[in-house]
């Protein structure tokens, strides 16, 4: 009797239970659910019949199921409580004891603790199987801590059990297992009918004397081929099923969720060589084919627990979910409390068609429960659930199944208000989209470039909670390697930030279920659930038919018509519908005409016809609307056809028919079986050879697509059975045999694409050294199954790797090396063997973008050069090694050969079309033209090169730019856009626009083919009808394309830096009505700058124009050497439009260039002073405490600024105590003048408190010397009255007295102190220049601070420095040194550049040794980096971070944050701070960083005004920020700005890069130690940045953008205030004379005493003047000014006005040179608190502060 017939006999009901006998549980509860089913089964194997003694029994090597599952409640005959509904018995006593049958006491509390700690019934079972089996607790320990897990008392358990004598008590006093068998030794015999004491056994015995397939370890001596050879072996034969010794019981994992027959099981042994088929198989052979057909699997019997799971035992959320549903089926309520009620990591393997869609279902409503609010909801559904917090992504292995879970699931959750996305193939989803959606359907492939990227579609990844893989057996497959990195992706983010990602696998049956779920990271006792054939809902018969003759050959074609004839006739005739399925459209009509022929030639087609069906005629009618002839003729026959390439009307039509059966045969593609739940009874593969374009050849029907065929086989609901029939050829009927039931162990093919992954790791910064590639190999199923294979993966591994090194650390070491050489030569990573280090390329970051293989790139690095032309591109192109697969065939030769000698093909096509690579050429060529192909495979392989041409093309112009290639570029630009637009760059741009009609294109080529789209928006509507020979309506068409037809406009100016430094300023302007059905959101153009030559760029930008976009400025930096070039040339360029492209020339013949700057002042090697040479004891104590030595650029300038009245500009290195030399001026005036009144001077009103404090901390109080901030107006009346006071204001508040005041204010003065004049805008120069007209005639001390100038010369000039008393010091001239060092990006300013710069961000802070302060560009950024480093962190397994004290102790101090998100960064010793901050959190933040409890400290670009501490390192996360602005307003506070104005990327002020350079020192003291600056930036912002930070910072005027009135307001009214009232002059006329316009004197008089006349002299191009006519340039920006207000009146006189501008000119000239003016009557007014002012400088000083005596004829200019 078999095993299973005497395990029946045992738990069988008793012969004499009546009818009334009916399972219940304990409580009562009715556990009839089942019982149908349960009665079917035993009657099914109740009574099998008995094997005969000679023949030997075997058992399954999967696992059998456990005695334990046939038991019913109270049938135990062991002495035991009964057990609860959930498996357990109801707690004793504490303490209670009972006798066992030996005997002996067990403590029962241990037994009740564990009933109690383990619920469930079959997991208690699986650990006293655990425990009685024969394995020492060492073996047996790590599985009791699975199973019995780590909360509770789990730990506690584990070590009472494992004491001595616990573990075999436990086991007695259960009553689970026999206690004399449980001892039982593994390989001992066992009589039959014995229950065996392992509860999952494996038998492995042999018959006869059958050798066993093992690799001799001694013959590894042998040869490489050896090796491989028998490895090979080892993977194609069986293995034994009996081994030579007899029976051979090996004990198996005992899994409570593992559900198996044994009609299943046995199908995965083998006998005697020959393949083991399931009962009942028969195998019959014919002279045409041989037919092999494996029965329905044996339904495995239903254990106690379980029960259907009712629709309305579900949560309310979970209800609406499933409409229609009353219960669960089986195995989905085995599932559902796994899926809905943890979050454990599942896998389930479950045939086709069970039902595993709805698991995926109920993991996502696991999730939406998690992010239901518990506030009231608005909406219908009566849940609030917060769609922001998750993204669920659903990965499906085709396009058509995509589409298919996208409309099942939205439709199933539209009542909640979930969106369901499909993101496959070249879709792409905005910002706004991937907001709204919160399920994402993907493909493997596609996940895997979105998950590439950090942001944008990238950004998904963060916020994902569920990852659903469907079909996780495709790991067998070449794609398998795609599934291995986005698991290994996901797995490593869940553990580096330590969120919640749940993942979910779906599959086939699989043998090797434990590897995958182990790969999955899922918990075998409480995740992995594996369901056999049985499972499915409807019992399948599969029929494998290997058709005799030569593959492909005319007899092997005829025996496949004829027995798929004869199958389907056989199905006919019994009254069932039958699909057959082919592989390519044209077969769908070839196969269902054959079919219909040979029907009536056997006279058998009326049983195919339906006329009897009640609405055949009514389908007639319908069908007769359709224009496809071949789908009318073959309706008639009872046949249909559905493909791809049908209507979707008529596959509509087609697919109703065959519902209501009024079609018996339909004849359709695979993309029916994935893309329409559309059941036959009978399903047939015709035919196992498919067209893979990506291969280039015929290939095996994939083993996915055969399971979703079979799966539409059955009719769920209408019949209990369905037959599937798979029709091969005969050499390939054994492959399917073995695939298909689940024979073989999924591998991994991820060695292969290795190498290309790691590189797409590398560049996602997840990976940077050799050591973390190994650990990311460790994630992936390769991994797994090197384990448990070792040889199959390694070539000559030794034997005993594995015991040697568990982990496969040397292996893994050594694939990771190897896969790095091979990026490294192909120049994708640069790999630093020394340090074990890889850092990313561009060609590497590229190829990872667009998912280029390595071997692609190698072959673009050998034939790519900066001089090609569009053959060369297209010949470089079609080599790239994704088209190795197309292969030339020689029915396509002369349609090939056709298409090149067209018009159709206009290049050269190197390699003809003989070559593959040509071929490749002729079908890229072909597709642009749109030319019609006639053969299937050729259509298949041009929409094939097509698609991946794209984005090959697109790789290859981002190379280009990256190595600044012009001509490449602009080739490759229009290329890539001919590929996308099917169209030629030399045919009309207008033929793009898709609202043109034909007959409109048509004439448009024909006559208007060279007239230009800018003529057409000029015309009229006529004149554009006429020109095309057509009416107005079509003209009218034709104006309307080119008014929307996006181009841009360009205009540049000239701004040298310094005498080699050019900055081009680029105003690009949209010159096209937007139209948003054309242009989308965005117009994206390429500007750049090129050589003369168009061989090279030397900078270039992407820009982005938006419907608001009015105007865009870039700004270009370029070094021009000694030799500038004669000319540049400004390209701009469409990334979307054929014909949208311009060049313009821009000459340099008259550029002037500034002189070289004359030597810095040296840094003499003097002695520090002590702060004792102030020689004041007060002055001594008030600044021992903050310095007490004064550093070398003090010490070098402290006997000017102390010891003499002499004007001082110090332009010194930021933060090296240039305040202390303005302070020491500022003592040193009230040592000789003690009632002496200074003004400070700072350029913002932020600094002027901060100043104020500062002095006041400083000035000795016994001197009562009053420091007072002068904010307002109205402050500036306190100083009229009193002295001995240092007022501190800001040039805004100066500016706004009028002149009067302004006047008898600056006269009081005894010192003016400007700082930071660096910083110099129009107000500040306007200021400054007020001060001077009063200070130089009195002879008032100026004493200038800024930071370090890259040309001091002309601002000392204007401040009337002398050349002793100028101190211009280098950047590099300080006492505590500042390291620069600089990283570059070419990634675009985005938060995928800040993702990018987070690792080496990290390893900067890491090497840090005091406090490191970090810039990035807004607040939200400051955030997202602060939650990035704690991310890195535990990337990085560093608990603590950046923590400078115990995280014990840290954790009291934040509890009390406002802003939550600042807990888990502070725990981490990372801070932020952010404008509109709670005050305390604020605080907070600031004394932690101070105290060194934090060391990082991330800040927004603008706190680099603010921030009040230091650090000794300095962090700049990109130099580039998001600005918003009207492009043509320059007003600074504009209220929501962000609603109207435009966004623009900004490069970051040079006066804030020094700024921020100045907190990488903690002091100015020379004896700080030095500082470390780090700047991530774009690559072009390199040498600007390197130059700013170590040359020292250009300054020129801002006055002419006043002038031209484009700068603030404040400015105007204060430029307006020191001009003196005057009337605009009248009009000239004939009649009267002409009066000059005295307003226009006034300014120029007023420019005389500007910096700006300083500049335009030595640098006129910066303010586009002409060298030797800056009289005539300025003349024309003081017209500017008065632009509005020119005259009184009317009636222009142009001679007039020429007459003025000359005078006007005139006084320009004077002001340039800085003559004063001759003829001027005067009046000097003596102040009487100083000298009479020399009478050399009288003139000056009365012509400005004169009374007004001055004639009105003079021009006169009042402070």
């Excluded at 996305?421 to 070249?426: A, C, F, K, S, V």
């Excluded at 495709?474 to 599934?483: D, K, W, Y």
């Amino acid at each position: 009797m078999p095993l299973s017939n005497y395990v029946d006999s045992l738990f069988g009901e008793p012969a004499d239970a009546g009818p009334s006998a009916r399972p219940t549980s304990s409580t009562g509860e009715d556990l009839g659910e089942w019982q149908a089913f349960i009665d079917q089964w035993e009657a099914e194997h109740h009574g099998e019949q008995e094997t005969s003694d000679e023949d030997e029994p075997y058992f399954p090597s999967t696992p059998w199921p456990s005695v334990l599952d046939h038991l019913k409640v109270g049938e135990s005959s062991t002495a035991q409580a009964p057990l609860s509904p959930h498996g357990t018995s109801p707690p004793l006593p504490s303490g209670a004891v009972s006798p066992s049958p030996n005997g002996l006491d067990v403590d029962l509390s241990l037994l009740d603790r564990l009933r109690i700690h383990l619920p469930v019934s079959s997991t208690f079972s699986s650990l006293i199987g655990l425990l009685s089996s024969s394995r020492s607790n060492e073996e047996i320990q790590s599985e009791l801590v699975e199973i019995l897990g780590f909360e509770g008392e789990g730990l506690q358990l584990v070590e009472e059990l494992l004491r001595p004598g616990a573990r075999d008590r436990v086991v007695q006093e259960s009553g689970l297992v026999n206690g004399k068998g449980s001892k039982k030794a593994s390989g001992t015999s066992t009589p039959r009918g014995q229950y065996l004491p392992s509860a999952r056994l494996t038998v492995n015995a042999a018959k006869g004397k059958e050798k066993k397939h093992k690799i001799d370890l001694a013959d590894m001596i042998g040869s490489s081929d050896d090796i491989a050879r028998r490895i090979q072996e080892q993977l194609e034969r069986p293995k034994a099923m009996f081994s030579e010794g007899g029976p051979r019981i090996v004990e198996q994992e005992v899994l409570p969720h593992v559900y198996t027959s044994a009609a299943s099981t046995s199908a995965s042994m083998s006998m005697g060589g020959r393949f083991a088929m399931p009962s009942g198989t028969i195998r019959d052979m014919y002279d045409t084919f041989e037919e092999v057909t494996i029965p329905p699997s044996k339904p495995v019997p239903p254990r106690i627990s379980e029960r259907p799971v009712r629709i309305t035992e579900l949560p309310p959320l979970a209800r609406g979910c499933f409409p229609k549903y009353v219960t669960l089926n089986r195995m989905q309520s085995i599932v559902q409390p796994t899926a809905m009620n943890t979050n454990e990591n599942m896998l389930v393997c479950a045939p086709t068609g069970a039902g595993k869609t709805d698991v995926a279902l109920m993991s996502i409503i696991r999730v939406l429960q998690h992010h239901v609010r518990s506030t009231p909801s608005t909406h219908p559904s009566g849940f609030d659930i917060d769609r922001d917090a998750f993204k669920v992504i659903y990965v499906a292995p085709m396009k058509a199944l995509a589409a298919e879970i996208t409309r099942k699931f939205g439709k199933r959750l539209a009542w909640l208000g979930i969106k369901v996305r499909e993101l496959t193939g070249d879709m792409q989803l905005t910002k706004q989209e991937i907001a709204e959606t919160q399920i994402i359907i993907t493909t493997p492939e596609k996940w895997d470039v979105v998950t590439r990227k950090p942001t944008g579609e990238g950004e998904l990844a963060s916020k994902v909670k569920l990852l659903i893989i469907d079909e996780v057996h495709l790991l067998n497959e070449e794609r398998g390697a795609v599934i291995e990195t986005i698991v290994a992706r996901t797995l490593r983010q869940v553990e580096s930030s330590q969120s919640l990602i749940r993942i979910v696998g779906l599959s086939a049956t699989l043998p090797n279920y434990i590897d995958v779920s182990d790969f999955l990271r899922v918990n075998r006792y409480t995740g992995l659930f594996f369901f056999d054939a049985s499972f499915r809902p409807v019992p399948l018969e599969q029929h494998f038919i290997g058709v005799a003759g030569k593959p492909r050959s005319q007899a092997s074609l005829r025996n496949m018509d004829k027995v798929v004839f004869d199958k389907v006739a056989e199905l006919v005739q019994e009254g069932h519908q039958v699909m057959v399925f082919v592989h390519a459209r044209k077969e769908t009509v070839k196969s269902a005409t054959k079919l219909k022929e040979m029907a009536l030639e056997e006279g058998m087609s009326t049983f195919f016809e339906t006329r009897e069906h009640p609405r055949f005629e009514f389908y007639r009618r319908e069908i007769s609307t359709s224009r496809n002839r071949e789908m009318k003729e073959l309706f008639d026959s009872g046949f249909g056809i559905h493909h791809a390439g049908m209507l979707r009307s008529d596959r509509n039509m087609m697919e109703k028919m065959f519902e209501d059966q009024a079609i018996k045969v339909l004849c359709c593609t695979s993309t029916l079986a994935w893309g329409v739940n559309l059941p036959a009874h009978a399903v047939i593969i015709k035919g196992t050879q498919v067209y893979d374009s990506s291969r280039g050849a015929f290939m095996d029907l994939s083993v996915l697509d055969v399971l979703q065929i079979f799966g539409r086989a059955g009719r769920p609901g209408y019949e209990t059975s369905g037959v599937g029939y798979i029709c091969t050829t005969q050499d390939k009927l054994e492959h399917y045999l073995y695939t298909i039931m689940a024979q073989h162990p999924i591998e991994s093919k991820f060695i292969p694409g290795m190498v290309d992954s790691l590189n797409a790791e590398v560049s996602l910064g997840t990976i940077t050294n050799v050591q973390e590639a190994i650990q990311w190999l460790g994630y992936t199923y390769l991994f797994v199954r090197m384990r448990k294979e070792p040889f199959i993966y390694g070539k000559c591994m030794p034997h005993d790797e594995l015991k040697d090194d568990p982990q496969l650390g040397n292996k893994r070491n050594e694939l990771i090396v190897q896969a790095a050489r091979q990026l490294s030569t192909a120049k994708m990573i640069r790999y630093d063997e020394v340090h074990n280090s890889f850092v990313i390329s561009d060609l590497g970051r590229i190829a990872a973008k667009y998912y280029l293989r390595h071997q692609t790139m190698e072959i673009f690095n050998e034939m790519f050069h900066p001089k090609m032309k569009n053959a060369d591109l297209f010949a470089m192109l079609s080599q790239a090694t994704e088209f190795d697969q197309i292969q030339v065939r020689e029915n396509e030769v002369d349609e090939l050969t056709a298409i090149l000698e067209s018009d159709h093909c206009p290049m050269e096509v190197k390699g003809g079309v003989t070559n593959k690579h040509g071929k490749v050429n002729i079908l890229l060529q072909a597709h642009i033209s749109k030319v019609f192909i006639e053969d299937f495979a050729l259509v298949s392989d041009a929409a094939y090169v097509a698609q991946n041409a794209a984005r090959i093309i697109r790789a290859l112009l981002e190379i280009a730019l990256s190595r600044n290639w012009a001509n490449d570029a602009i080739l490759l630009i229009d290329l890539s856009k001919a590929i996308e637009r099917r169209t030629w760059p030399y045919e009309h741009p207008l033929m793009q626009i898709p609202t043109l009609q034909k007959e409109t294109l048509y004439n448009l080529r024909r006559w208007a083919d060279d007239t230009e789209v800018h003529e057409f928006r000029d015309m009229d509507v006529k004149t554009a009808a006429d020109l095309i020979h057509m009416n107005e309506k079509h003209g009218a068409a034709i104006r309307d394309a080119a008014l929307m037809f996006p181009t841009v406009g360009i205009t540049h100016s000239l701004r040298p830096l310094s005498h080699d430094l050019l900055q081009i300023s680029v105003l690009v302007e949209p010159q096209f009505t937007w139209n948003a059905k054309l242009s989308g959101s965005i117009e994206p153009f390429y500007i750049w700058i090129q050589d003369a030559d168009g061989v090279y760029i030397l900078q270039w930008r992407n820009v982005l124009l938006r419907p608001t976009t009015t105007a865009v400025e870039i700004e270009f930096v370029i070094p021009l050497g000694d030799n500038p070039p004669a000319s540049l040339t400004i390209v701009s360029a469409s990334d979307k439009w054929l014909g949208s492209d311009e060049q313009r020339a821009l000459p340099l013949q008259d550029l002037v260039m500034p002189q070289p700057p004359p030597e810095s002042t040296p840094l003499l090697d003097t002695p520090f002073l002590h702060i004792s040479c102030l020689q004041d004891a007060q002055l001594e104590r008030a600044y021992r405490p903050f310095i007490t030595t004064l550093n070398a650029i003090q010490s070098q300038a402290f006997w000017t600024a102390y010891h003499t009245q002499n004007n001082v500009l110090l332009s010194a290195p930021v933060a090296t105590g240039k305040s202390f030399l303005g302070e020491v001026a500022i003592w040193h005036a009230f040592r000789h003048e003690p009632d002496a009144s200074v003004l400070v001077i700072v350029p913002s009103r932020r600094s002027v408190q901060e100043t104020a404090a500062r002095i006041r901390s400083v000035a000795p109080v016994d001197r009562k010397i009053a420091v007072l901030p002068f904010n307002k107006p109205s402050d500036f009346d306190k100083a009229s009255s009193s002295r001995r006071q240092v007022l501190v204001t800001s040039p805004s508040e100066l500016l706004q007295l009028d002149r009067a005041r302004a006047t008898a204010f600056l006269r009081q003065q005894s010192l003016f102190v400007l700082e930071d004049l660096h910083l110099l805008d129009e107000q500040y120069e306007l200021a400054v220049t007020g001060i001077l007209t009063v200070a130089k005639p009195a002879r008032t001390r100026v004493f200038g601070i800024a930071s370090s100038l890259n040309d001091p010369s002309d601002l000392a000039s204007w401040l009337c420095v002398d050349e002793a008393s100028r101190f211009a010091f280098y950047p590099s001239d300080r006492g505590t040194p500042i390291t620069l060092s600089l990283k570059t990006f070419t990634i675009p300013h985005s938060s995928t550049l800040l993702k990018a710069m987070i690792k080496p961000a990290y390893d900067i802070l890491k090497s840090s040794i005091g406090g490191a302060i970090i810039f990035v560009p807004s607040r939200s950024a400051a955030r997202s980096v602060a939650a990035d480093l704690v991310t890195q962190s535990g990337t990085e397994m560093d608990l603590n971070g950046f923590l400078g004290a115990p995280r014990a102790d840290v954790e009291p101090l934040v509890q009390r944050l406002r802003d939550q998100a600042l807990l888990e960064p502070l725990l981490h010793g990372i801070g932020y701070i952010v404008p509109g901050m709670a005050p305390h959190d604020l605080a907070l933040v600031l004394e932690l960083f101070a105290s060194g409890i934090i060391r990082a400290l991330i800040a927004p670009r603008e706190a680099c005004w603010t921030l009040p501490l230091r650090g000794q390192t300095v962090v700049l996360m990109g130099a580039q920020y998001l600005h918003f602005s009207d492009a043509h307003s320059h007003e600074l506070d504009r209220p929501n700005r962000a609603d109207r104005a435009d966004r623009q990327i900004v490069n970051y002020s040079r006066v804030e890069l020094v700024r921020m350079q100045g907190y990488a020192t903690i002091s100015a003291s020379p004896h700080a130690a030095s500082g470390r600056m780090f700047v991530m930036c774009q690559a072009e912002q390199q040498m600007i940045i390197t130059r700013v930070l170590n040359d020292g910072l250009p300054l020129e005027s801002s006055l002419p953008a006043l002038l031209s009135r484009k700068s603030s307001t404040p400015a105007q009214d204060a430029l307006a205030r020191m001009l003196k009232p005057r009337v605009a002059p009248p009009r000239p006329q004939i009649n009267r004379p002409i009066v000059p316009d005295l307003r226009k004197r006034d300014m120029m008089d007023l420019i005389a005493w500007t910096y700006l006349s300083k500049r335009i002299r030595s640098n006129p191009t910066y303010y586009d003047l002409t060298q030797d006519f800056e009289e005539e340039g300025l003349s024309r920006l003081v017209d500017k000014w008065f632009v509005n207000d020119e005259y009184t009146d009317p009636a222009p006189l142009e001679g007039a006005r020429r007459k003025d501008k000359s005078a006007a000119a005139a006084a320009a000239a004077a002001a340039i040179n800085g003559e004063a003016k001759e003829g001027a009557s005067t009046k000097t007014r003596d102040d009487g608190s100083r000298d009479n002012v020399a009478q050399g400088d009288a003139d000056v000083e009365m012509e400005v502060v004169g009374d007004a005596t001055i004639g009105e004829a003079d021009g006169e200019t009042m402070v």
